[in-house]
Every structure is written in C-alpha cells, then in structure tokens.
C-alpha cells in the first residue's frame, strides 16, 4: 500500500472513532508524510498529528491508532465500515509531487461510508435565512419591471398627467412623472453538499428550507460536490423540508463525496442554459475547497458572470477574523464574483444590506474605471 493510499485509510480510523478530519487536512497529511517518509515513525507522527488533529483531548485516540497502524498491531477491534475507495494509479509516483500523488489515490468519486447521521436542518434558522434571502431579492432588483411608481425625475406619465387633468376641466395642472419599479431578482443557489462541508450540512439544510418561503418560481436551488444536482423541485415536495439532507443522502450520490466546483457549475452551464440571465442573483456557498480542474472553474466562473446580473461567494470560513481567500478556488473566485462573504450574512438583514451596498459601490466604481 502506498503511503499516501495509508494516510487516507488511516484518516477514515481517526473518524470512526470521533476525530474530526476534512478532506484538507487527509491532504496536508498526505504531503507531510510523502515528506518525511516512514523512516522515522516519531517524525511520522508528529507530522501526522499536526496536520490531523485539532483539539487536546483527540491525542489519546490518536497516538493508540497511530500505534496500531503503523506499529503492524491488529487493529480489528476499530469498528468501521470499508471506505469505499476508488484507486487510481496515473504514471510514476515517484515523480510526482505530494499534493499529486495524494491526489493520485484520492478518489473525487468516494462516498462517505454507509450509515452516515445527517443532522437536520433548524426550523428557527431557516426562518432567519428566509429574511436574508427576501432581503437579498429586494435589495438585487436589477431591471426595470412593468408596475411605474411615481418619481420626481422619472418620465413623464402622460396617462397620470391625463387623470389629473380631469380634476381641472380638462387642463394640464399638474406634471406627473413615475419611473419602473425593478423586479425583484430571481436567485439561483448552489450548495456545495461535499465531505469537506460536513460541518455545515445542518445549516446548509435549513438554508436550502428557507427558499420554500419564497414565491414560486423566484427561485432554483442546486446542490453539489463531483455533480449537479437539481433540487427545486424536491424542496417543494417535502413536508418537513429541514430533512433535505437525508432525503438527498439516500436517493442521490452526491452528499459527503469530493469536490468538482468547475465541472458542476459548467453543469449549470449546459444542462440549464436559460437559467441565468441579467435578472439573476447567482449564489454558490461552499468553502473553496476544489479537487477539481481549477481552469474549467476559471471559465465557468467568467461564464456565469457574464450571464448574471449578481454573483456571490458564501463561505462559512469567512465569519473568522483570521480568515484569508487562501484556497485556490476562492482566489479564483475573487477575480470574478461581485461579492465573496461569509454565509452567516443571510442570518442578519441589515448586515446583509450593507454588505451588498458596499459591494454595489465597488463594482459601480470599477465600471466608472474601466
């Protein structure tokens, strides 16, 4: 067994038996240990903790597995499921380098091990989030709709101007002008359902069941991780919408996998090729973390502004004062979309009001510079 293909075996034990451990940190892991080699068992294992393990009371659980993996003990006593994973051997691994040859083993097709718990979403969040979300349509009303208003340096309202005559036997007394309302946008959200994302699958529940709230047809709803998946329709047909995740969980091969953000938007791109238009706020909430070819992300990304009238990137991370658009999707992400913010602004109207007016201002004045 190659020692990355170890690495990720071994990070599958830590969390059968309750550690924490995303599919970056089995990266990092990967490169540390492609790095120091299994030579020295010490070094091992503190290149291994360090990239692993986050919290003090997980080095117990983790030093005995580590002792038994690596030491050749039997290790039948760990009770967990075979990890469903897919080997792909791609050239000489020699001459890779480690984040390559960790991804050589890593399957983007893995799905989390049979019986997984997916904790249900929070009727009190979802209604939090359903007041971000009408907030965000009526604060992104793009275009001009059919109702007029009255406006003061609006057009003349040649049939207001005739009403008013009426009251003045016939005579033009007054000037009225009106402007168009806009229509409030339509939002397209994509949720990245994703094993790196696992700690926010309750909240990406609820926020999924907060857009029942919303008229029909206002809005389209896609989850994601190696695929798209439509869930529009399914949201309208659960009773208790909070339960999306164990409803998608079971019928769809998506939920807990890896992470193809390029290849499930140019998806969206293809399958659905009206969908966005200049009416469009487009939402992806995912943390950036991809596995995927990062040019096609490039380019979908480029195609998806060009047809939105509003892009967005959500991402739980960035509520951290320490957070950095670090990961490679999220730098990529940063040359295209209107806005990267973290997802905790849907919970919080006026945060999102002046999150999306500072936002609005800085693309009107890189319009007035280009």
């Keep these: 067994m190659d020692l990355a293909e170890k690495v990720v075996v071994f990070a599958r034990l830590l969390r059968a038996q309750g550690v924490p451990v995303s599919t970056g940190e089995e990266v990092d892991a990967a490169a540390a240990a492609l790095e120091v080699g299994e030579d020295d068992l010490d070094l091992l294992r503190a290149a291994l903790r360090a990239a692993l393990v986050k919290r003090r009371e997980h080095y117990s659980v983790f030093d005995e597995l580590f002792n038994k993996f690596w030491g050749g ?51 009190g969040l979802t209604r939090r989030i359903a007041r971000g979300l009408r907030t965000l349509r009526r604060l992104l009303a793009l275009y001009p709709g059919r109702r007029l208003r009255r406006s003061r340096g609006g057009d003349v309202d040649f049939k207001a101007v005739m009403r008013e005559s009426l009251r003045h036997f016939g005579e033009p007394a007054v000037i009225a002008t009106s402007r168009r309302k806009k229509s409030k946008s339509r939002i397209v959200a994509l949720f990245d359902v994703s094993n790196s994302m696992r700690e926010e699958w309750a909240w990406l529940q609820s926020a999924m069941a907060a857009f029942r709230h919303l008229p029909s047809g206002s809005y389209e709803v896609f989850a994601f991780s190696v695929k798209l998946e439509r869930l529009t329709e399914t949201l309208q047909t659960l009773e208790n919408p909070e339960e999306i995740g164990r409803i998608v969980y079971k019928s769809l091969d998506i939920w807990g996998s890896g992470t193809r953000i390029g290849d499930s938007l140019s998806q969206l791109l293809q399958r659905h090729p009206g969908i966005l238009t200049r009416r469009t706020a487009t939402l992806i909430i995912s943390d950036g973390w991809d596995l995927g070819d990062l040019d096609a992300l490039d380019k979908a990304l480029e195609e998806a502004k060009r047809r939105s009238g509003f892009i967005a990137w959500l991402t739980p991370h960035a509520s951290s004062p320490e957070f950095k658009p670090e990961a490679a999707a999220l730098r990529i992400a940063l040359r295209h979309v209107d806005l990267l913010a973290p997802t905790a602004i849907l919970e919080d109207p006026r945060l999102l009001a002046k999150t999306l007016l500072k936002a609005t201002m800085q693309r009107h004045d890189a319009n007035l510079k280009v």
Aim: aromatic letters at 6%; charged letters at 30%; hydrophobic letters at 35%.
């Design 73 to 123: 003990a039997p290790i039948s006593e760990v009770r967990i499921e075979p990890p469903r994973l897919e080997v792909r051997i791609e050239g000489d691994l020699s001459k890779l380098d480690p984040v390559s040859r960790f991804l050589s083993v890593y399957s983007p097709n893995e799905i989390i091990w049979e019986g997984l718990e997916v904790e249900p979403g929070s009727r």
